[in-house]
């Protein structure tokens, strides 16, 4: 697999989120955000499910996503990703069955670093902290609060108990949508719970991002995944 992008000097999506500058000209808007979640999203579906080979990318990172003039963004850093072939019957074939853990801290599973097996349900977990980490600004770890991970603060808070404003990035100034910033951080938090399956697939994912928000509660998800903006 060959992957080619225009070259972009220095825009790799964590650069744009962080909050190290407070330079309001370089402070990502709304709608990007969501339009680069929205578009990784699609990507990663495309790797999971409709690509000739299933491909589990293994660092789905905010440092792995490059981001073109026009605001969009590209899924790189392919040197740990895993191919796996489809048989006739669109169901992949693992060639190789060693295991190992490999990504970074805070974006992996827990179950993924205890068991090491790479699947597509552990590749979901690191897009939704992905998706934590647009919405807030702020870092997936950091060792100067008594909980280092930004996913764990937000799951015991229970995505800070509806006061989804809590978590979202300061520096947008209240300028973001509140029906986008509920869902974002409820897929946020579908996608990262503990156990893999109960976390939506991708192809699940894209649909609520398109605005189908009730689609977990039509497929059987459980009740704390229930998708309600109002």
Known sequence: MLVVYDYSANRLLGHLIS????????????????NIVKSLACAIRYLHE???EQVIHRNITSSAIYIDP????????????????????????VVDKKICVRGIFGYMASKYMEVGEATTMAYIYS???????????RKVVDFRRPEVLLVKRVHESE??????????DPRLDGKYNRK??????????????????????????????????????????????KFSTN
């Open 159 to 168: 995505g800070y108990e509806g006061n989804y404003e809590e978590l979202v």
């Open 180 to 225: 986008e910033l509920v869902r974002l951080v409820k897929l946020a938090m579908a996608c990262t719970q503990s156990n893999p399956e109960l976390r939506p697939t991708m192809r699940m994912v894209v649909t609520v991002l398109d605005g189908h928000d009730r689609c977990f509660t039509e497929e059987g998800q459980n009740e704390s995944t």
């Open 50 to 52: 409709e690509w000739e």
């Open 127 to 137: 897009f939704g902290v992905v998706v934590l980490e647009v919405v807030s600004g």
């Open 70 to 93: 026009d605001m969009n963004p590209r899924l790189g850093s392919f040197a740990l990703a895993e191919f796996l072939i489809r048989n006739e019957n669109r169901h992949h074939v």
């Open 19 to 34: 909050h190290h500058t407070n330079r309001k000209s370089r402070v990502l808007k709304w709608d990007h955000r969501y």
